[in-house]
């Protein structure tokens, strides 16, 4: 299930066999819960203890959409400060971002602006969501409005990953919404590389088709 840059190779071979495939980011200062909020959602189990995230680690999850099957890749990375900023391998191709910060610490909160002006640097249209984690260290924060994101319509969730609230609902929704964003890019570059994806598909069926009616590119039928 988890990986890590040793397994990256993983993501050259033959993707599962989905109706469609998406990449989802996730941002945020070091210890906001981002590692947390995915296992929570992917195993559905909590430990209260684990080192920082070194580099990278990949979840690949089978999600529903609709009557779709969705092969979805999640990247996790740390945010540590020692970093700065991402890679834009991180941000390359990903079709839906999950921005965190953790209600107890301010300045977490604050950098929000860093990682979201970083975001759109590279992808400027994808859907993102704002994360407020950690609700269950202090349950009077959902009272309080947090206001970044508002102005650009990202949605907003309080959730923890310690006790599950909301950790379900935000991935799910944030699922559809990459789902729709690939369908439906907005950006001028995503447009083009559907489009290849879409030729690709068309190839392969043809090509399929040809070896049902027992013809292959090399027969000198097709040639
Ligand atoms: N109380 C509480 N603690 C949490 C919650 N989520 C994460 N934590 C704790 O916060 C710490 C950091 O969680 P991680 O998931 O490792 O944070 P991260 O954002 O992945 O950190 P990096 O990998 O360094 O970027 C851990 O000690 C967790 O146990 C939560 O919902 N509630
Ligand atoms: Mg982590």
């Known amino acids: 299930m988890a990986g890590d840059a040793d397994s990256l190779p993983e993501l050259d071979q033959e993707k599962y066999d989905a109706d469609e495939q998406v990449k989802i980011i996730c941002l945020g200062d070091s210890a906001v819960g981002k590692s947390k909020l995915m296992e929570r959602f992917l195993l559905d ?11 990278l680690t990949l979840y690949k999850h089978t999600a529903s959409v609709g009557n ?16 700065q900023s991402m890679h834009p391998s991180y ?20 950098n929000l602006t860093n990682w979201y002006k970083e975001l759109r640097e590279y992808r400027p249209e994808i859907p993102c969501c704002v994360v407020a984690n950690k609700i269950d260290a202090d349950l009077k924060v959902t009272q309080r409005s947090f206001s970044f994101g508002k102005k650009q319509g990202l949605p907003f969730y309080f959730v923890s990953a310690a006790d599950g609230t909301n950790v379900v609902k ?18 001028f570059m995503d ?3 559907q489009e290849l994806e879409n030729f690709d598909l068309e190839k392969k069926e043809e090509n399929s088709e040809a070896d049902e009616d027992g013809l292959t590119a090399e027969s000198p039928e097709l040639a």
Request: with cysteine; glycine share 2%; charged share 30%.
């Open 191 to 193: 447009e083009v590389m």
């Open 170 to 187: 935000m991935f799910r929704e944030t699922i559809k919404r990459a789902v729709e964003y690939k369908q439906n890019p907005s950006d």
């Open 91 to 110: 941000y390359h191709k990903a079709h839906a971002c999950i921005m965190v910060f953790d209600v107890q610490r301010k300045i977490t909160y604050k």
């Open 45 to 55: 189990e909590y430990r209260p203890q684990q080192l920082s995230t070194y580099a």
């Open 68 to 83: 779709k099957t969705v092969a979805v890749d999640f990247w996790d990375t740390a945010g540590q400060e020692r970093f």
